[in-house]
T-cell receptor, first 114, second 117 residues
Framework: GAVVSQHPSWVICKSGTSVKIECRSLDFQATTMFWYRQFPKQSLMLMATSNEGSKATYEQGVEKDKFLINHASLTLSTLTVTSAHPEDSSFYIC??????????FGPGTRLTVT | GESVGLHLPTLSVQEGDNSIINCAYSNSASDYFIWYKQESGKGPQFIIDIRSNMDKRQGQRVTVLLNKTVKHLSLQIAATQPGDSAVYFCAETVSADRGSTLGRLYFGRGTQLTVWP
């Protein structure tokens, strides 16, 4: 399967600032990527579907102006959390869509907003 | 289907015993199911998948059973080892959801498996 990396693996930021998380597909052309959020001891919640060269599709209840997604190449998608607040503290995970139904997940990014 | 805001059930087993992890899904249109293992602080790892035209599939030490009548999925792990300790999620997708791209995955609430030596 695809090897997916995320950077940074963890980040601490102050309330009101913005933070960018990168998701890279190292050996697979990532036409479609997904972004998830996971709170402690809870399941993964799909935030948005990102397609290379087009606008992301956001799930209901996810603010597109707060969670900016850019997927400008077949190897990189970025998620920017704008004007972060403590309630945005979470584990953010990206995945790359494979050739069929499978998804290859990154290692996740732990965001803490103080 | 999605399970937002629910906390994880737990399963504790002795090393060497078999484990059975269950998952209920709600969307009768779902036609592909995947089990993932997630260790603490890491992303999910693929374990095994099954399509809706099957009711059983076996892998190395793992078996997935699908009962479409009651919308139930189970993961059986044989001879459970301490390294199997993790959270296990089932995920479902609907092929009609794909359009021109791959379908979205919807995760179940997960089960925390703890294996005691």
């Amino acid at each position: 399967g695809a090897v997916v990396s995320q950077h940074p693996s963890w980040v601490i930021c102050k309330s009101g600032t913005s933070v960018k998380i990168e998701c890279r597909s190292l050996d697979f052309q990532a036409t479609t990527m997904f972004w998830y959020r996971q709170f402690p001891k809870q399941s993964l919640m799909l935030m948005a579907t990102s397609n290379e060269g087009s606008k992301a599709t956001y799930e209901q209840g996810v603010e597109k102006d707060k969670f900016l997604i850019n997927h400008a190449s077949l190897t990189l998608s970025t998620l920017t959390v704008t004007s972060a607040h403590p309630e945005d503290s979470s584990f953010y995970i990206c995945s790359v869509a494979g050739n069929f139904y499978e998804q290859y997940f990154g290692p996740g990014t732990r965001l803490t907003v103080t | 289907g999605e399970s937002v805001g629910l906390h994880l059930p737990t399963l504790s087993v002795q090393e060497g015993d078999n484990s059975i992890i269950n998952c209920a899904y709600s969307n009768s249109a779902s036609d592909y199911f995947i089990w993932y293992k997630q260790e603490s602080g890491k992303g999910p790892q693929f374990i095994i998948d099954i399509r809706s035209n099957m009711d059983k599939r076996q892998g190395q030490r793992v078996t997935v059973l699908l009962n479409k009548t009651v919308k139930h999925l189970s993961l059986q792990i044989a001879a459970t080892q301490p390294g199997d300790s993790a959270v296990y999620f089932c995920a479902e997708t609907v092929s009609a959801d794909r359009g021109s791209t791959l379908g979205r995955l919807y995760f179940g609430r997960g089960t925390q498996l703890t294996v005691w030596p």
